[in-house]
């Protein structure tokens, strides 16, 4: 059985401070951190990921990262986002009310909640920590968030998922099952890695070329269109057993 792993080894901490702090775009980070400081604050997805993929895998290409998600812990006090970003003009709330900050074209900043974050993911009764937020992680190679204060990795089987190459869904009785067919048929191809068990059955079993329209406007919402043909060769394929 899977559980939550809180990882101190200084190589993968390191590495994921280090991106942080000697990113190209430290001062707009710097300025989200400074916001929250009184809060309990993690970074977590690909910010955490790319870094350590880097050290498990130092051949693999090191672009820059410009898509930092963070993750405030509200199990203590609320958070009020308005009352700590109104005087950013470009931040703007996305339909969970969670702040999105796009500064110009090259690096995006989200801001979410713990309390959220497992009401989206893990129902209303689930506890309100960090444990359950990376539990709640869609695609395993996603469950992982890096403690900025207490400088710590938490991760919910990704490492193992890291060390096979492979991407596969937590949660494939899930409610939004196109969805975790294509961003697990997505992630897979950005980090070259296969898909797992649980995504091809996923797949096998609900994926119809009636769905097609649905991804369509799936991956126009994501500003994705550019790989609709793909997607659906990868779909059509793992349906017919072809890989």
């Given amino acids: 059985m899977i559980k939550v792993e809180k990882i101190s080894d200084p190589k993968y901490v390191d590495a994921v401070r280090h991106n942080l702090e000697n990113s190209l775009y430290y001062p707009s ?11 309990p604050l993690f970074l977590w997805g690909g910010a955490v990921r790319e870094p350590v993929l880097k050290v498990i895998y130092p051949d693999l290409n090191n672009s820059e990262i410009s898509d930092f998600d963070f993750i405030v812990d509200d199990s203590e006090n609320k958070v009020v986002f308005e009352n700590h970003l109104k005087d950013i003009k470009s931040v703007v709330l996305n339909r969970y009310g969670h702040p999105k900050w796009k500064i110009k074209k090259y690096l995006e900043i989200d801001i979410g909640l713990f309390s959220d974050a497992n009401k989206l993911r893990r129902g209303e009764d689930a506890d309100i920590c960090i444990e359950t937020v990376v539990e709640g992680a869609d695609l395993d190679t996603s469950a992982i968030a890096y403690d900025i204060k207490n400088q710590c990795i938490y991760s919910y089987g990704a490492f193992e998922a890291y060390k096979k190459k492979e991407v596969d869904i937590n949660y494939p009785e899930g409610n939004d099952p ?66």
């Fill in 29 to 39: 980070l710097r300025l989200v951190l400074s916001r929250f400081e009184k809060f």
């Fill in 178 to 243: 196109l969805a975790q067919m294509i961003r697990a048929i997505l992630h897979a191809e950005k980090l070259g890695f296969r898909l797992g068990k649980k995504a091809v059955q996923l797949i096998q079993t609900k994926y119809s070329p009636e769905l097609k329209k649905d991804i369509r406007y799936m991956l126009m919402y994501w500003q994705k269109q550019m790989k609709y043909d793909f997607l659906i060769s990868s779909l059509e394929a793992i349906k017919g057993n072809r890989i």
